[in-house]
């Protein structure tokens, strides 16, 4: 008996011919495999941003309090008014110190991990950077509600070295002091930044990794003084990861409305007003119409990281 008469040929089934079909129209099977995650993508998130967008140009009335399901701009129009306005402004204002602070702060770590870190330190370094996102993060920041609290540990420690006078002199400030530093903008940057700061040290590090060291030598045989081959090497670039990192900083302080709400003043920003409108005041429309203020920021930020190559550093 040969050898091929002796192995038994393939049962012919239905999956097999499943198979048949897959492998030879590739572009049926890479179909297949894209629907689940389109549908997904289509109708859950873009389905509902649409009816956000949709109910941001209906209006309430004032008399009734009933959603006006009639297309208009008066609700935007509400947005310009000067304590909505003030809202927004202030919301971006947040964003912005906090972003420019997590770069300060993350830019050192990132070169030292990028530049001089090897084997267990560099992977010392991942597990203190990526720890902290293990924790829950409601309770790292009820846990920083009690260390910025008037008798909490910041208080105790400025205390104990005489400086509780320099404390009390930041918190009579204006508009960054306040009865004690967890009800005040001082603590609530203080809290998004300990929250934020890894997502900028990532991508960042990554960056700065891909920074020729070789570039960085011809420039200082060149004479280059390390100001100027920071400023004209590696600056520009690790620019597109510094973008890429400013893009999760900036963009989880503009929505974010638990930080605010547990550590802050009672000044209001962006994600408290859109969840008093829709819980407490009923009022869809303008809540709608503030969740689309971020979109907008957003979008303005994204096409400008897009152009400077930061969504290569991801």
């Known amino acids: 008996m040969s050898l091929t008469a002796a192995i038994a040929a393939p049962r012919e089934t239905w999956l ?12 049926l099977y890479l179909m297949l495999l894209l ?27 004032e008399f009734s309090g009933t959603i006006v399901r009639e297309p208009t701009l008066k609700t935007y129009a509400e947005l310009f008014t000067p304590a ?8 971006f204002s947040v964003s912005v110190i906090v972003t ?8 050192p770590i990132a070169y030292y991990a990028a530049r001089y870190a090897r084997g267990r330190v560099k992977a010392a370094f991942y597990l203190a950077v990526m720890m902290p996102l293990w924790s829950s993060y409601l309770v790292k920041v009820y846990a920083w509600k009690l260390l910025l609290a008037k008798e909490g540990i910041v208080g105790w420690v400025m205390t104990e070295l005489r400086l509780s006078w320099l404390l009390d002199a930041w918190l009579s400030l204006p508009v960054v002091g306040g009865p004690s530093l967890s009800v005040s903008y001082t603590g609530m940057v203080l809290v998004f930044l300990y929250l934020w700061t890894p997502f900028m040290i990532l991508p960042l590090q990554a960056a700065l990794e891909r920074v020729p060291g070789s570039l960085i030598e011809a420039s200082g045989d060149l004479g280059a003084h390390p100001r100027q081959t920071f400023w004209k090497v590696i600056f520009p670039l690790a620019l597109p990861g510094l973008i890429a990192g400013a893009i999760f900083t900036f963009s989880l302080t503009l929505g974010d409305y638990i930080v605010p709400q547990i550590v802050g003043p009672s000044s209001l920003i962006l994600g408290q007003v859109v ?15 503030f969740s689309v203020v971020p979109i907008v920021i957003m979008g303005v930020f994204l096409t400008i990281a897009k152009r400077m190559g930061a969504f290569d550093a991801l």
């Open 35 to 61: 629907v689940p995650p389109l549908l997904w993508l289509g109708i859950v998130y873009l389905g509902s941003l649409f009816a956000l967008l949709m109910e941001s140009f209906y209006s309430i009335d």
């Open 16 to 27: 097999r011919r499943v198979s048949d079909v897959l492998v030879a129209r590739r572009g």
């Open 275 to 289: 969840y008093s409108q829709q819980g407490n005041a009923g009022n869809i429309p303008l809540a709608a119409a």
């Open 84 to 91: 909505n306005l003030d809202v927004i402004l202030r919301t």
């Open 100 to 107: 420019l602070l997590s770069a300060v702060i993350a830019y």
